[in-house]
């Protein structure tokens, strides 16, 4: 979990399908990124929100550096 951005949505979620569909009933900008697409996903709801939820392995796919930065901003 990471506060970010100053967006305009307050809470995005990143993680799998299914969670991601939990989150999005209970009014969250939720996604699923594709394979690939997980750092720049990533980077957009840090721009977009003020607080991202991370699923724990659509965590483990960004590079630790890519957390270090969120947290420190």
Known sequence: M??????????A???DKATAAAFALAGVKAHAPAPGHE???FA????????VLLGTRFAMTLPPNALEN???S
């Open 44 to 51: 957009q709801a840090c721009e977009d929100s003020k607080l």
């Open 2 to 11: 990471s506060a970010t951005g100053h967006g305009t949505h307050p809470i």
């Open 39 to 41: 750092h720049a996903a």
């Open 70 to 72: 969120a947290l420190a």
């Open 13 to 15: 979620y990143l993680g």
